[in-house]
């Protein structure tokens, strides 16, 4: 929390999202901010004056942890079993192949290795870099707590 407090000296407020970060440092009014590895990839023409970086302590490898993105049947929802259909394919490994230079991601699944220039930058951006996986069931039963910490850390 000291360190939050320490880096929320340089907040300069709210943004509609981290995208609209992004262009701000491109044009050098912000340092650093948050983004994702796609977004950052995606807009790198576009936004030359930025990089990529993962937060590491002294000594440490470099560590960042996956935010999926998500989809899944709604109950009673209208066309189960073409929906579902759309899932499976999402989820094939030929589906998975064209995830990284078209969707501009990574596959979910670990027996597809995608080729490309896109994923052979992404799989370059993150050499070196720990993967960890967030314990989110402590988190939802901590997130109260850890956002009082934060405000207080914060102010905000």
Same mark, same amino acid.
């Given at each position: ?5 320490k880096?929320?000296? $340089?907040? %300069? ?5 981290? @995208? ?7 044009? @050098? ?5 948050n ?9 790198? &023409?576009?936004?030359? $004056?930025?990089?990529?970086f993962?937060?590491?302590? &002294? @000594? $440490? ?13 709604v =109950?009673?929802?209208?066309?189960? &079993? ?10 094939s ?15 979910? =699944?670990?027996? %597809? ?16 870099? &720990? ?12 997130l ?13």
């Amino acid at each position: 929390m000291d360190y939050l407090r320490k880096l929320q000296k $340089n907040n %300069v407020g709210p943004s509609a999202s981290t @995208g609209a970060l992004v262009p701000k440092v491109d044009k @050098g009014e912000l340092l650093v901010s948050n983004s994702d590895l796609q977004m950052s990839f995606a807009n790198r &023409e576009a936004m030359p $004056n930025q990089d990529i970086f993962f937060p590491a302590k &002294e @000594g $440490n490898a470099p560590t960042s942890f996956s935010q999926p993105y998500a989809a899944g049947l709604v =109950r009673g929802g209208p066309q189960q &079993e073409n929906a579902q259909k759309l899932l499976d394919y999402l989820i094939s490994p030929e589906a998975q192949e064209l995830i990284s230079d078209t969707g501009g991601g990574f596959p979910s =699944r670990t027996d %597809v290795t995608p080729e490309g220039e896109y994923a052979e930058r992404a799989r370059k951006a993150m050499e070196g870099v &720990e993967i960890f996986t967030p314990d989110w069931k402590t988190i939802d039963k901590e997130l109260d707590a850890y956002l009082e910490a934060w405000r207080q850390a914060t102010g905000s």
